[in-house]
């Protein structure tokens, strides 16, 4: 494996791991996890002080699962050197639906909420349309050098 050129030798032939695509669905991952081991730190974290009802905590899991299986799924079609387009769209429109979602009670949210859950969706968003339209690394050709 030559690390520095992003190059996974696997059998006789090599891959170019998706570097952007690992990242994110790294964090994607990461995110869905902690949502799932402790939905009520991990909600905190993105800016709601306040202890979610039953109902909420359902839909706190339910979003890391969501979270967790694009993450892994785009971490993993990265590391093999696959196409990533579809991942970064399915993450891209996770994060439309959370901004909808916000939207609609944007009166209701505190400041902190507002900047944290709404910005973090359209940080997603942009992260998601950009890894989908991204110019594709032609077979072969090697990385740019750092």
Known sequence: ??????????????????????????????????????PLRANKLWGDPEEPTPTAQLLLRSMGYRDALIGALLAGAALRGKNT???????????VADLVG??????????????IGL?????????????AVRPARRTG???EPA
């Open 102 to 115: 916000g939207l609609s009670v944007h009166s209701e949210l505190k400041p902190s909420q507002q900047l």
């Open 141 to 143: 050709e090697a990385p």
């Open 119 to 131: 910005g973090g969706a359209v940080v997603g968003i942009v992260t998601g349309l950009w890894g």
């Open 1 to 38: 494996m030559r690390a520095r050129d992003g190059l996974l030798l696997l059998g006789s032939g090599t891959m170019s791991i998706d570097r952007f695509g690992l990242s994110a669905g790294t964090i994607r991952l990461a995110s869905g996890v902690s949502f799932l081991v402790d």
């Open 85 to 95: 387009r579809g991942w970064f769209l399915a993450s891209a429109g996770a994060d």
